[in-house]
Each structure stands twice: as structure tokens, then as C-alpha cells.
């Protein structure tokens, strides 16, 4: 039943790769690329947080670094800079619940002004998630963008040709 859970996780996660991709337009031999870094990142994510016990921004931050790296190893062969494979790759990680319930608290902080508990109760809803989404989409920026930086040489000659 593990494998399935992880298997249909990494399966959605092509999905929503792949239409992300869909909206930036990128060649189409880099689809299938993009399909394979978001199942892999993002079952990743979900291996962590589910059977290991680790934090949705650690775990975010090591899907995001085996997107980055599978993104610089599989550059070549789409013939594509980075940036075309992993940040469609990295969409389905964004934690859509917690930024949805920080803007759902927000606006129930400015319906309640007038009731003290309410307010303080929205408050620290708002500030919670949006802690959490934040800090969540930074690991996934740093994560992605890391391998770039450990091997410059390598990341810019993803679409140079040799002579």
C-alpha cells in the first residue's frame, strides 16, 4: 500500500507538472523531463514528511534539491537551460493549503474587528500559515537554485554547443 500511496503522489505530481509546463511554453521534448522532476521531487517531499516525520520545509527544501540536481543532470539531454525544467517542476510543491488559509484568516480578521477573540484567533491563524508558506517557498527557491551555484560551469553550458 506504501508503494501505490507514493507511486499515485508521484503520478499527480507529473500531471500538475506537466500543465504547469504547459503554461510557459516550453519545447516539447522537455515535457517529459518536467514530468519526471516533479515526481520525483515531489514524492520526495511526501516519502519525508510521511514516513520519515520530517517538516514540510525541510522535506520541500530536499525535493527541490533532487529537482535541481535531476534539472542540471537532465538539462543536456532536453537541450534546455534549467530554469525551463524545474520551475514547472517545483509548482506542485507550492503549499497551496496554508497560503489559502492565510488569506482565508485575513479576511476573517477584518470581518471580526469588532470581537477581540475572534481577531487574536484569526491573527495567529494568518501568521501561522503564512510562516509556513513563506518559509516553504523559499527552501523551494533555494533548493532549485542551489546546484546552479555549486556548478556554475556545468549550469551554463546546458545549451552551448561544442565545437
Not at 42 to 52: F, G
Not at 68 to 80: D, E, N, P, V, Y
Not at 103 to 108: G, L, R
Amino acid at each position: 500500500m506504501i508503494v501505490v500511496d507514493i507511486l499515485s503522489d508521484a503520478l499527480f505530481a507529473a500531471l500538475a507538472g506537466v500543465g504547469f509546463g504547459a503554461i510557459s511554453d516550453p519545447p516539447m521534448r522537455a515535457f517529459r523531463f518536467i514530468a519526471v522532476l516533479a515526481a520525483v521531487g515531489h514524492a520526495c517531499r511526501y516519502c519525508l514528511m510521511t514516513y520519515a516525520g520530517i517538516d514540510i520545509s525541510t522535506a520541500s527544501f530536499i525535493g527541490a534539491l533532487s529537482i535541481g540536481f535531476g534539472a542540471l543532470w537532465l538539462g543536456k539531454s532536453a537541450r534546455t537551460p534549467m530554469t525551463v525544467l524545474y520551475i514547472p517542476a517545483l509548482l506542485p510543491m507550492i503549499p497551496g493549503k496554508y497560503a489559502y488559509n492565510m488569506v482565508f484568516s485575513q479576511i476573517m480578521f477584518l470581518q471580526n474587528l469588532g470581537n477581540a477573540v475572534e481577531r487574536t484567533r484569526y491573527m495567529e491563524m494568518f501568521f501561522s500559515n503564512a510562516m509556513v508558506t513563506c518559509t516553504v517557498v523559499f527552501m523551494l527557491a533555494v533548493g532549485a537554485t542551489l546546484p546552479m551555484f555549486i556548478f556554475p560551469a556545468r549550469a551554463a553550458s546546458l545549451t552551448r554547443v561544442k565545437y
